[in-house]
């Protein structure tokens, strides 16, 4: 009987330790901080508390910015970043400064908002600039949190895409039409 008693014992220490480590595998994963992401560009997640903790910041600063456009400049952030980094044609400007100096404690979440806007406000990307950054962002790896909607591809500038909710190609507008009202008797 005693035997018997110590195997069940056994089987739980062995559930227990191989819960633990799936546990960690996955939290080793980055599966609740994707969970908790509002996108992430190329593997670098954007956290929800950091959008939101830059949109309270820059609301205080009297900003108005929704949430959605600061997913939108904080996704852009890198790829623009990169796209004016070899070339030169542009750092933090006085715009930049300004905006962050009315910003006591600015995150660095903050800063690279204001740094993204800044850039694209300033007009001074090269072609050579937005051909490198469209490049950039047609390879990105990029996934948003649906709460923001989804990328959608733009032929428009600055940032060539926007944050909204793509309509499935298989949805056809008057595919069921109303039907017909049955008159009153």
Not at 86 to 110: H, L, M, N, Q, R
Request: charged share 20%; aromatic share 6%; proline share 6%.
């Amino acid at each position: 009987m005693k035997a018997w008693s110590a195997q069940p014992a056994k089987r739980v220490a062995v559930v227990g330790i191989v819960a633990l480590g799936a546990a960690s595998l996955l939290g080793g994963c980055g599966f609740e901080t994707r969970q908790q992401a509002a996108a992430v560009v190329n593997g670098t997640v954007i956290h929800e508390s950091d959008v939101r903790e830059t949109f309270d910041q820059l609301k205080a600063a009297k900003l108005d910015f929704a949430e959605n456009i600061v997913v939108t400049a904080l996704v852009a952030a890198p790829l623009l970043k990169d796209a004016v980094a070899s070339s030169g044609s542009w750092k933090p400007d006085e715009t930049y400064a300004s905006v962050i100096s009315s910003i006591p404690g600015a995150t660095d979440t903050t800063k690279e908002f204001v740094e993204a806007v800044a850039l694209i406000q300033s007009q001074k990307m090269t072609p050579a600039d937005v051909a490198a950054y469209r490049a950039d962002l047609k390879k990105a790896d990029i996934s948003v949190n649906p709460k923001y909607g989804a990328i959608v591809p733009s032929d428009q500038g600055p940032v060539y895409f926007t944050l909204g909710q793509q309509t499935p190609n298989w949805v056809k507008a008057g595919a069921n039409p109303a039907p017909a009202a049955t008159p009153a008797q």
